[in-house]
């Protein structure tokens, strides 16, 4: 019989095989110390009430002795009644387990007052996206475009035509505008943040200091109207790779290569030899504004991401599905060592 439980310590070393079968150039040690860390606080964390947690959540379908199956979960930024899955590892045959773990983690947080999940999955994880869908009733919302630029020190990098500011704390009402103005309409039901998501503060910092992240956060002012256009995020892990996120606003859209520019020239200043990634997104209206810059530099598309969605209080029939062997995909909002499969670390 399966079950379903918490990541324990004792399961580590399990999951780590797991992961090596899957794929072999994933280190042991990478697997134990950076992408599942398990510690006396994530125990405690499963204590606190839904509208507290801020850190993934790991649960793993065990039957007898053997491990079948992991999953993650994380609040989707401050929206706490929005949680996303962001990792699920299955054995060779163990796609009931799979569809088990993911009811499990939605009717368990659901319960909790959880109201939407969300996925990101390659494309080309043809048997997770029949998963999701076809088994466990998630839909098609969005896609995310991954573009990628393989060394900076072929770019040819230009002054700043624009000047931008390091984010504020009080800046959070005009951020949340402008990504509400962002987003095509019919996406902000399943997709829009909160004023809170734009509020940079102490724990925002410490949680990123346990990811391990750097970010980098700038604003483009208009005085006119005492707003602001747009919303420019560099993150790293290691200053090799280099997630970079642009927002704008509708009428500044012909500013995206100023503002992209800014970008590049920020990277090269950490690290010339940097790679960069920009993840374009379908629910937001600049979105080919931005491909169409992006190609004209020489960008090209590094992979393609479908962004599905769950309502908990929609149910939905489900249909059966043959099974499947070994499924992995990555968490999107991980730094781009991270972004494509997975293990080749936004």
Not at 46 to 68: H, S, T, W
């Amino acid at each position: 019989m399966t079950k379903i439980i918490p990541l324990r310590y004792s399961d580590m070393e399990k999951v780590r095989k797991m992961i090596e079968y899957v794929s072999p150039e994933l280190s042991g040690d990478r697997v134990n110390g950076e992408t599942f860390v398990h510690s006396p606080f994530a125990v405690l964390h499963r204590l606190l009430p839904i509208n507290l947690k801020f850190l993934q959540e790991f649960y793993v379908a065990i039957e007898g002795e053997e491990l079948l199956g992991l999953i993650s979960l994380a609040p989707d930024g401050n929206q706490k009644t929005r949680w996303k899955i962001n990792r699920l590892i299955l054995n060779p045959n163990a796609y009931d387990a799979g569809k088990q773990l993911i009811d499990y983690v939605v009717n368990k947080y659901g319960g909790a007052g959880v109201e939407t999940f969300l996925t990101t999955i390659d494309e080309n994880y043809t048997e997770a996206l029949a998963l999701f869908k076809t088994a466990c009733s998630f839909r098609s919302c969005s896609k995310i475009s991954i573009w990628e630029y393989e060394n900076l020190k072929n770019y040819a990098i230009s002054e700043n035509k624009i000047s931008l500011r390091t984010v504020e704390f009080s800046d959070a009402k005009k951020l949340y505008e402008l990504d509400c103005e962002a987003l095509y309409p019919k996406f902000k039901t399943s997709l829009v943040k909160t004023e809170n998501d734009f509020k940079f503060d102490l724990g925002n910092k410490f949680i990123n200091k346990l990811k391990d992240y750097k970010i980098q956060r700038f604003v483009l002012d208009n005085s006119e109207r005492n707003s602001i256009e747009s919303f420019l995020s560099i993150m790293t892990k290691d200053n090799v790779n280099f997630w970079v996120d642009i927002t704008l606003s509708l009428a500044y859209q012909e500013y995206y290569e100023d503002v992209l520019n800014f970008a590049i020239n920020h990277v090269c200043a950490i690290n010339q030899n940097g790679k960069l990634y920009i993840g374009v997104r379908d629910f937001q209206q600049t979105g080919k504004k931005m491909i169409e810059v992006l190609s004209q530099h020489d960008f090209k598309q590094y992979g393609s991401f479908e962004v599905l969605v769950k309502d908990y209080w929609r149910p939905a029939e489900y249909a059966t599905e043959k099974k499947v062997p070994i499924m992995i995909f990555p968490d999107m909002t991980s730094p781009a060592c991270n972004v494509v499969r997975f293990i080749k670390e936004f």
